[in-house]
């Protein structure tokens, strides 16, 4: 059995939101090597089998919402954890500086319109946080306009969990050296230049306004109905392990069930 220490502790308490950089790495009594390795691989197992009774059930959504800096594994994690799912029961979006259309409406409509359908799992590779975190870390918006965003994105978040939608949000925590390394492939390999991005650069030079910004938005938005998550992720075995624990642990929570034939179809025979 996995003890506590190795599963995600949702934040209750702003105490518990330190993101320095010694919190990005895996916890002591996570396994190491093939151990962990195989620990994940169950879990994703886990999350296979329990994404065909959500689907067959039919009553809820699931939602995942991944942020995290550059780099921080948002990509690896989608097709790491999900590698069981089938693809016709989940949705991924991957949400980009907004384009000018959806700059004409309010920054929650394109988020919600990606939002999952009973049955299916929606994945957001960053999300309507974008909103807050981008605008405070550049002051575009004054603070006024942002208080009134953690309020309508608590609301929003609590429309969906009263509307079938469970929640699920992670932070993925890496350290300044974790990203540099990163960074650095992605500038010396290949097939990974492609994923560089000067701007990348920039906000890696406003590392401790993005803390701060992070550390709010966790401390505002970490709802009852709608937890964070902040995942150790300087290690991506460890970081896979406890994303997809969670989320099979969520899915198990719901008493997911196959529907029982109709009534009316007993005794029907097929000729
Ligand atoms: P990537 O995830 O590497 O493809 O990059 C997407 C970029 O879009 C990141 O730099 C995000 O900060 C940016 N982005 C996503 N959503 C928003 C938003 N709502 N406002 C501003 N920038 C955003
Ligand atoms: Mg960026």
Redesign the pocket.
Known sequence: MPSDRAKLKPITSARQIRLGDADAAPPHSIPRGKELRDAAEEQVARIKKLQQVLYADGRFALLVVLQGR?ASG??GTVKKVFRGVNPMGCQVT?????TEL?RQYD?LW?VHRRVPPKRMIGIF????Y??V???QV?RLLPGRVLSHRFEEINDFERLLTQNSVVVLKFFLHVSRDEQKKRLTERLQDRKKNW?F?P??LE?RALWGDYTKAFREVIAKCSTTWARWHIVPADNEDARNLLVARKIADTLDALSLRYPPLDPKLRGVKVR
């Open positions: 550059d948002k990509d991957s949400f980009k500086v907004p959806e920054y394109r590779n960053r999300s309507h974008e909103d975190i981008v605008p550049q994923k991005r701007s990348d906000d």
